[in-house]
Protein backbone atom coordinates (compact mmCIF):
# COMPACT_ATOMS: atom_id res chain seq x y z
CA UNK A 1 0.00 0.00 0.00
CA UNK A 2 3.21 1.89 0.77
CA UNK A 3 3.92 2.01 -3.12
CA UNK A 4 1.03 3.76 -3.98
CA UNK A 5 0.94 6.21 -2.10
CA UNK A 6 4.41 6.74 -3.22
CA UNK A 7 2.85 6.36 -6.89
CA UNK A 8 0.60 9.01 -6.35
CA UNK A 9 2.83 11.32 -4.76
CA UNK A 10 5.41 11.06 -7.73
CA UNK A 11 2.56 11.26 -9.74
CA UNK A 12 1.27 14.78 -8.63
CA UNK A 13 4.98 16.02 -8.39
CA UNK A 14 5.43 14.82 -12.26
CA UNK A 15 1.88 16.39 -13.31
CA UNK A 16 3.38 20.20 -13.60
CA UNK A 17 6.10 19.47 -16.04
CA UNK A 18 3.20 17.32 -17.93
CA UNK A 19 2.06 20.77 -18.77
CA UNK A 20 4.98 22.74 -20.37
CA UNK A 21 4.52 20.02 -23.29
CA UNK A 22 4.91 21.61 -26.23
CA UNK A 23 1.22 23.12 -27.36
CA UNK A 24 -0.06 23.09 -31.36
CA UNK A 25 -0.26 26.64 -32.15
CA UNK A 26 -2.38 28.20 -34.44
CA UNK A 27 -2.31 27.40 -38.21
CA UNK A 28 -1.11 30.99 -39.59
CA UNK A 29 -2.00 32.39 -42.90
CA UNK A 30 1.83 31.60 -43.78
CA UNK A 31 1.87 27.99 -43.07
CA UNK A 32 -2.42 27.26 -44.49
CA UNK A 33 -3.29 27.44 -48.04
CA UNK A 34 -6.78 28.07 -48.70
CA UNK A 35 -8.47 26.61 -52.47
CA UNK A 36 -11.56 26.66 -53.93
CA UNK A 37 -12.32 23.39 -55.96
CA UNK A 38 -15.52 22.94 -58.09
CA UNK A 39 -15.47 19.28 -57.80
CA UNK A 40 -15.86 19.58 -61.95
CA UNK A 41 -19.34 20.76 -61.70
CA UNK A 42 -20.80 18.36 -59.22
CA UNK A 43 -22.34 21.32 -58.13
CA UNK A 44 -23.46 22.82 -60.40
CA UNK A 45 -27.06 23.30 -61.64
CA UNK A 46 -29.76 25.26 -63.62
CA UNK A 47 -29.89 28.11 -60.87
CA UNK A 48 -27.48 26.82 -57.86
CA UNK A 49 -23.83 26.86 -57.97
CA UNK A 50 -21.34 25.05 -55.11
CA UNK A 51 -17.54 24.23 -54.49
CA UNK A 52 -15.35 22.90 -51.87
CA UNK A 53 -13.33 24.94 -49.59
CA UNK A 54 -10.20 23.13 -49.17
CA UNK A 55 -7.55 24.29 -46.36
CA UNK A 56 -4.21 22.47 -46.43
CA UNK A 57 -1.50 22.70 -43.90
CA UNK A 58 1.96 23.71 -45.69
CA UNK A 59 3.83 24.14 -42.53
CA UNK A 60 6.49 21.73 -40.91
CA UNK A 61 4.53 21.17 -38.11
CA UNK A 62 0.69 20.72 -36.95
CA UNK A 63 -1.19 23.82 -36.62
CA UNK A 64 -4.93 24.42 -34.84
CA UNK A 65 -7.97 24.73 -36.74
CA UNK A 66 -9.05 26.89 -33.64
CA UNK A 67 -7.84 30.08 -34.70
CA UNK A 68 -10.23 30.35 -37.98
CA UNK A 69 -12.97 32.79 -37.85
CA UNK A 70 -16.58 32.46 -40.17
CA UNK A 71 -16.17 32.98 -44.00
CA UNK A 72 -16.65 36.25 -45.19
CA UNK A 73 -16.94 38.12 -48.58
CA UNK A 74 -15.25 41.32 -50.23
CA UNK A 75 -15.79 43.76 -52.84
CA UNK A 76 -13.10 44.59 -55.25
CA UNK A 77 -12.36 47.52 -53.05
CA UNK A 78 -12.09 45.28 -49.76
CA UNK A 79 -15.18 46.27 -48.25
CA UNK A 80 -17.58 43.41 -46.54
CA UNK A 81 -20.46 41.61 -49.26
CA UNK A 82 -23.72 41.10 -46.54
CA UNK A 83 -24.39 37.70 -46.58
CA UNK A 84 -26.84 35.36 -44.96
CA UNK A 85 -25.74 31.53 -43.85
CA UNK A 86 -28.10 29.03 -44.33
CA UNK A 87 -25.71 27.21 -42.32
CA UNK A 88 -22.99 28.39 -40.99
CA UNK A 89 -20.64 25.51 -39.45
CA UNK A 90 -17.81 26.63 -36.76
CA UNK A 91 -14.25 25.43 -37.85
CA UNK A 92 -13.71 21.91 -36.14
CA UNK A 93 -11.67 21.96 -33.15
CA UNK A 94 -9.35 19.88 -33.73
CA UNK A 95 -5.20 19.33 -35.01
CA UNK A 96 -4.34 19.45 -39.05
CA UNK A 97 -1.05 17.73 -39.45
CA UNK A 98 1.59 18.66 -41.85
CA UNK A 99 0.02 18.52 -45.43
CA UNK A 100 -3.28 17.37 -44.27
CA UNK A 101 -6.28 18.86 -45.51
CA UNK A 102 -9.88 19.81 -44.52
CA UNK A 103 -12.94 20.90 -46.55
CA UNK A 104 -16.69 22.02 -46.48
CA UNK A 105 -18.92 22.42 -49.27
CA UNK A 106 -20.32 25.66 -49.99
CA UNK A 107 -23.79 26.03 -52.11
CA UNK A 108 -25.87 28.88 -53.09
CA UNK A 109 -28.61 30.25 -56.00
CA UNK A 110 -26.18 31.32 -58.74
CA UNK A 111 -28.74 32.15 -61.48
CA UNK A 112 -31.32 35.44 -61.25
CA UNK A 113 -34.57 32.69 -60.15
CA UNK A 114 -36.63 35.63 -58.31
CA UNK A 115 -39.01 38.15 -59.39
CA UNK A 116 -37.62 40.33 -58.28
CA UNK A 117 -34.80 39.49 -57.86
CA UNK A 118 -30.61 40.64 -58.58
CA UNK A 119 -27.27 38.47 -58.35
CA UNK A 120 -23.87 39.93 -57.07
CA UNK A 121 -20.35 38.96 -58.02
CA UNK A 122 -17.80 39.05 -54.62
CA UNK A 123 -14.31 39.70 -55.55
CA UNK A 124 -12.99 37.50 -52.72
CA UNK A 125 -13.69 34.73 -50.33
CA UNK A 126 -11.94 35.52 -46.93
CA UNK A 127 -11.45 33.10 -44.09
CA UNK A 128 -10.17 35.64 -40.67
CA UNK A 129 -7.66 34.46 -38.77
CA UNK A 130 -6.71 35.40 -35.02
CA UNK A 131 -3.54 37.25 -37.25
CA UNK A 132 -4.51 37.92 -40.65
CA UNK A 133 -6.30 35.78 -43.36
CA UNK A 134 -6.63 33.66 -45.71
CA UNK A 135 -8.12 34.85 -49.11
CA UNK A 136 -9.14 33.47 -52.44
CA UNK A 137 -10.39 35.11 -55.15
CA UNK A 138 -14.32 34.27 -55.72
CA UNK A 139 -15.91 35.95 -58.20
CA UNK A 140 -18.95 34.16 -58.81
CA UNK A 141 -22.80 35.13 -59.03
CA UNK A 142 -24.63 34.69 -56.13
CA UNK A 143 -28.39 35.54 -56.56
CA UNK A 144 -31.06 36.74 -53.77
CA UNK A 145 -34.50 38.02 -54.10
CA UNK A 146 -34.49 42.30 -53.92
CA UNK A 147 -34.00 43.57 -50.59
CA UNK A 148 -32.63 40.61 -49.41
CA UNK A 149 -28.84 39.52 -48.87
CA UNK A 150 -27.66 36.24 -50.55
CA UNK A 151 -27.55 33.12 -48.98
CA UNK A 152 -25.25 30.51 -48.80
CA UNK A 153 -25.18 26.98 -46.93
CA UNK A 154 -22.37 25.56 -45.71
CA UNK A 155 -21.52 21.66 -45.29
CA UNK A 156 -19.75 20.51 -41.71
CA UNK A 157 -16.09 20.42 -42.21
CA UNK A 158 -14.67 16.96 -42.88
CA UNK A 159 -11.12 15.37 -43.71
CA UNK A 160 -10.36 16.20 -46.96
CA UNK A 161 -8.69 13.91 -49.51
CA UNK A 162 -5.01 14.21 -49.14
CA UNK A 163 -2.93 16.07 -52.18
CA UNK A 164 -2.46 14.13 -55.12
Given at each position: ?????????????????????????????????????????????????????????????ACSLASFGPLLFEDEHHRAIPVR????????????????????????????????????????????????????????????????????????????????
Amino acid sequence: MRWLATAMALGLFLLPLCGHARSVRDCTFRHTVMMLDDGQGVFDGMMHGGMWLVLRNTGPRACSLASFGPLLFEDEHHRAIPVRWQQAVAMPDSVLRPGGQVRTALRWVSGNAFDPGYCIMPATLVLPLRKGALRQAFGRSLCAPSGMPPMLEQQPWQAGPERQ
